[in-house]
């Protein structure tokens, strides 16, 4: 399908840091949230690799374990990674 075609060009093109965290903005913030996580995390990640400090603070923000967090997401919880993200940014 178009939909998916789009997705796959859109993933493997090489954009800016800001660009990767707008694209991630926009896939989590959908109406079909739920099922777009995986490109959010995706594009939170190649922005986070580009050093996007917000990427790697909202990064660090899904993966804190639900009893931490009050958000609600698809994202299953990993404190290791979350404490990854964020120390990486308390070092900077």
């Known amino acids: 399908s178009n ?5 796959r060009c859109i993933s493997s093109a090489k954009l800016s840091a800001e660009s990767y965290f707008r694209l991630a ?3 989590e913030t959908s109406r079909n949230a739920k099922d777009n996580m995986v490109m ?3 594009f939170y990640e190649k922005a986070h690799e580009l ?4 990427s790697t603070f909202r ?7 639900p009893e ?9 919880s990993d404190g290791n ?3 990854e993200y964020l120390s990486e940014l308390a070092l900077q």
């Open 3 to 7: 939909h998916y075609k789009a997705r």
């Open 25 to 27: 903005r926009k896939f």
């Open 40 to 42: 959010a995390i995706k």
């Open 51 to 54: 050093s996007h400090t917000e």
């Open 59 to 65: 990064l660090g923000e899904l993966y804190l374990p």
């Open 68 to 76: 931490i967090s009050s958000e609600c997401t698809n994202v299953k």
């Open 81 to 83: 990674k979350s404490f």
